[in-house]
């Protein structure tokens, strides 16, 4: 064999070798080059690549459903006061803005003939029951026939209604009140020569104040006449009063009913015509309250939160807002008891598997291990 020959085989045969030397040192040391680790050390622990997040038990207790509505505050009732007979004012009561009490005046008409057509007619009874007290007389001697008794009776009862026509027209020249009320307007002023069938004076009654509403036809079922409401004025404190009618024919453009919460109001405080969020009464039911921040979105659109179950994994569940208080919302659509995700809900998905950290422990003992947005 040629030199050159037997130095090429020479190198072949030291290359097998290394080769073989190589692997044999690989399979000794048990290390897996391609993932840097021993082969056969302990596995890692699973939890150390899961995302934590803060969790709390929630339970569904039963509360009171409430509808909440827009409203409109309104008068009790509002009423044109209107002269009932002919003269000029001669005097003025409370003024425009003022309460008033029921049969308190509002203005003075003078009473020109009419004291002097009162005596007339007060006169001419007094001669009516004299000419009957004689004809009555006469009859009981035979001296009058049963038609004179009857003409007499009739000028008696003639008389009679003269006389009340005269005083009910005398009593119309003091205009007062009909019930306790607030003068929102006065129509005429000191002078003024009214008519009968003229305006005088528009009083409003505030007590009750009356919260209206438009309820729609879902929740409409969930109410009823002498339930328990709340109503916020614009700028106002929170009234409490009941309702006292719901409309049983639904408007035909909103498909809405109308549902009237009458306010006590003594002191007339609240005022008529404001804005205000009407807060009804409804059904009972079992739901969770919770922080509206828990409140979350699914990829369609649907409100919820996001929970753990006994898994450690992610749930979305749907819910529906059943009422909204300062302390926080009440929902409907959860088991009665839930793992509710606190911190950490927009940074997994649902089918994730998550270590549930409890609020107890993330704000203690845990919190230190807690990523920066969970602390």
Known sequence: MPPAAQTKSKKSVWMAVGVVAAAALWMVSGVDWGAGAPVGGPAPDPAENLMRVRVQDSYARRITREIVVSGRSEPNRTVEVRAETDGRVVALGAARGAAVAAGERLVLLDRRDRDARLAEARATLAQAELQLEAARRLRSQQFAAEVQIAEALARVESARARLAEIELEIANTDVVAPFDAVIQER????????????????????????????????????????????????????????????????????????????????????????????????????????????????????????????FDEVEFWPVEIASSTAAGIAVTGLPQQIRLITVGQGFVQPGQRVVPVPEAVASVSDAAQLPAELR
Request: charged content about 25%; cysteine-free.
């Open 187 to 310: 129509s005429v002023e000191l002078g003024d020569y009214v008519s009968s069938g003229d305006v005088i004076a528009e009083l409003v009654d505030v007590d009750p104040l009356i919260i209206a509403g438009a309820v729609n036809e879902r929740e409409i079922r969930r109410i009823g006449i002498g339930a328990r409401g709340q109503a916020r004025l614009v700028g106002g404190e929170p009234l409490e009063g009941t309702i006292r009618y719901i409309s049983p024919v639904a408007d035909e453009a909103t498909r809405t009913f109308r549902v009237e919460l009458a306010v006590p109001n003594p002191e007339r405080t609240a005022r008529a015509g404001v804005t205000a969020e009407l807060r009804l009464a409804g059904e009972e039911i079992e739901a969770h309250q919770l922080s509206p921040a828990l409140l979350t979105l699914d990829d369609s659109g649907r409100i919820g939160v996001k929970a753990v179950n006994r």
